[in-house]
């Protein structure tokens, strides 16, 4: 089983950076497909980007690409999304998940068998 805890979030102004990380414990993250979703008040979760078990394969959603980075570091057990030139409508609450048995990356939220908690990002004007 996979546990996964999000941290890294924040209030930050419009253009600025953050960097989400998302810490594992439990067997199989080197072999997890991982990735990052948020959700806003009101709204649908939202793929954000993915990332397969070696790091070789990534994908960005349109509205993030250029701006985010999904990165992982499989000896720390941990995913990365860094987040340049961000906007309000990047507020969210940030969740990362895992798919295990090397799948690959996936921008469907039903494919990820466990998540984290979600941070919280805002993103003033």
């Known amino acids: 089983q996979v546990q996964l805890v999000e941290s890294g979030g924040g209030l930050v102004q419009g253009g600025g950076s953050l960097r989400l990380s998302c810490a594992a414990s439990?067997?199989?993250?080197?072999?997890?497909?991982m990735g990052w979703f948020r959700q806003s008040p009101g709204k649908e979760r939202e793929f954000v980007a993915t990332?397969?078990?070696?790091?070789?394969?990534?994908n960005y959603a349109a509205s993030v690409k250029g701006r985010f980075t999904i990165s992982r570091d499989n000896a720390r057990n941990t995913v990365y999304l860094q987040m340049n030139s961000l906007k309000p409508e990047d507020t969210a609450v940030y969740y990362c998940?895992?798919?295990?048995?090397?799948?690959?990356?996936?921008?469907?939220?039903?494919?990820?068998?466990?998540w984290g908690q979600g941070t919280q990002v805002t993103v003033s004007s």
């Open positions: 990332i397969n078990w070696s790091g070789f394969s990534t």
């Open positions: 998940a895992a798919r295990g048995s090397y799948g690959s990356g996936s921008s469907y939220s039903y494919d990820y068998d466990y």
């Open positions: 439990g067997r199989g993250f080197s072999n997890a497909a």
